[in-house]
């Protein structure tokens, strides 16, 4: 049962006749006016059209992890930030984009759903893609983004929709839909040109630089001077929560991937040291990883940090680059076991290391920018973090095995777990309660 059936029947109890005419209308998917959701409508979680959606960008990030490492065990290092840098940028701009318009003005009916059937088609669009914008980056001299443009323009043609049926039906969030539209439409003109205009390398990069940050104001633009939209702080912080576990996904992918080769014999009986070190490190780097996300109440942070929303949803895209470049630096661990990369053991654990200190750095991050106080416990937990990862690539340069340094990048999330289990949880009730009290 969704929020909308939730809420025609609580709004008709007690009324046979409203509730049989709610159900009817809950079952034949007519048509609700988008008027904008309450920010403070108990209960809400994901909707099953909203985790459906979500299923696109699994294709989509692992697409992107998957040629991430293919290029960096082939010894292109350079070349695959860049290219993974874009892939990622675009997804998570995408998928943020309907994340928090769902949360402010979903109405589940069946023209939201055709239009999120639409979105859905541009995500798979710009998956196909993506393996040419790789190569292109790979090859030099060229960057081949047509169909991975068509894609995303076909995703946020279907927002412009959605936002123009707002406009029309809300007349409180009209000024901030038609701002929406226009400033959308002109950006997406702008990436059209560079993917089917021909023009010199530097200016495409320059462009990327303009449009990609028009893209990451255009919140600003659109919506400081209307208030705002109706989103929900928990509903946020639940979706931001899923996304962050789509991309942990590329974790485990990352591991069988890596360990697959791994089992001598052909048969998958002949287990060898290196692939119970792979596979050990890679499930317990993504478990810990993911205990270190959830350990933090974002949703309870931002219901008294509602000004901080912007912050927090544009924060999480070098975080979702992180956990992503950490499953595909599993895959490069594995690769050089298999010894089909081309790479130093000191620049296989790197692959590694430096996604999951982003990510872990991040976490920290917007944990302090949200809450708005620096906290020496904290800075205490991320300085062991980053000296765990760096024992780890030193490690590798003194000539330690590869598995063994695969080990040691796997406790680094530990050292933030351990810490909020004996001492951080306490230590951070403490601040939010010294939140609320701020607050009231």
């Known amino acids: 049962m969704n929020d909308d059936q939730h809420t025609s029947k609580a709004g008709t109890a007690g009324d046979p006749e409203k509730a049989g005419k709610a159900g009817k209308r809950a079952l034949s998917r007519r048509l609700i006016p ?3 959701r309450d920010p403070e409508e108990h209960g809400r979680t994901s909707s099953p059209l909203e985790l459906l ?3 696109t960008f699994v294709v989509a990030v ?44 979903g109405t589940d009916d ?8 639409l979105q859905m088609i541009g995500v798979v669009v710009f998956s196909l893609g993506l393996p040419a914008m790789f190569h292109s980056v790979e090859e030099g001299g060229h ?10 323009v076909v995703m946020r043609i279907a927002m412009v929709l959605q936002w123009w049926r707002a406009a029309r039906e809300s007349p409180a969030f009209h000024d901030v839909g038609m701002a929406n539209i226009r400033w959308t439409m002109i950006v997406q003109v702008g990436w059209l040109v560079v993917a089917f205009v ?9 462009a990327f630089i303009a449009l990609g940050t028009l893209e990451l104001v255009l919140p600003v633009l659109t919506q400081r001077r209307a208030g705002g939209t109706p989103w929900h702080p928990h509903h946020v912080a639940e979706r931001y929560g899923l996304f962050a576990i789509i991309t942990l996904g590329e974790g485990v992918v990352g591991t069988i991937a890596s360990s697959g080769d791994l089992l001598g014999g052909g048969d998958g009986t002949h287990w060898s040291g290196n692939a119970i070190a792979v596979i050990i490190s890679g499930v317990g780097l993504t478990f810990g990883m993911w205990w270190v996300y959830f350990s933090t109440p974002f949703g309870d942070i931002l219901v008294h940090r509602r000004g901080r929303g912007y912050l927090f949803g544009y924060g999480h895209i070098p975080l979702f680059i992180g956990i992503a470049g950490a499953g595909a630096g599993l895959h490069v661990a594995g690769l050089h076991l298999e010894h089909h990369a081309k790479l130093s053991d000191v620049a296989v654990v790197l692959s590694l290391a430096l996604p999951v200190g982003l990510y872990l750095l991040m976490v920290y991050l917007l944990h302090t920018l949200l809450l708005s106080a620096a906290d020496r416990f904290h800075l205490l937990l991320i300085s062991l973090t980053l000296a765990v990862l760096l ?6 340069a003194a000539g330690v095995a590869i598995a063994v340094c695969l080990l040691v990048v796997m406790l680094a999330p530990f050292v933030t777990v351990i810490g909020y289990e004996t001492v951080g949880y306490r ?6 309660e010294a939140l609320g009290t701020q607050a009231r």
Do not use: C, K, N
């Not at 021909?198 to 320059?206: E, I, K």
């Not at 230590?427 to 939010?432: A, F, I, S």
């Open 143 to 152: 960057l081949e983004l047509r169909a991975m443009v068509i894609g995303y």
């Open 62 to 105: 692992g697409t992107a992890a998957s040629h991430f490492a293919e290029m960096v065990a082939a010894g292109h290092t350079g070349q695959a930030v860049t290219a993974f840098l874009l892939a990622m940028f675009a997804i998570s701009v995408a998928w943020i984009s309907f994340s928090w318009f769902a949360s402010a003005f």
């Open 34 to 36: 988008m008027t904008g």
């Open 427 to 432: 230590h951070q009730q403490q601040m939010l």
């Open 110 to 117: 069946w023209l939201y759903r055709a239009l999120t059937m």
């Open 391 to 396: 024992v780890a690539v030193l490690l590798a």
């Open 198 to 206: 021909h023009l010199p390398l530097t200016a495409v990069f320059v």
């Open 53 to 55: 959606f979500d299923l």
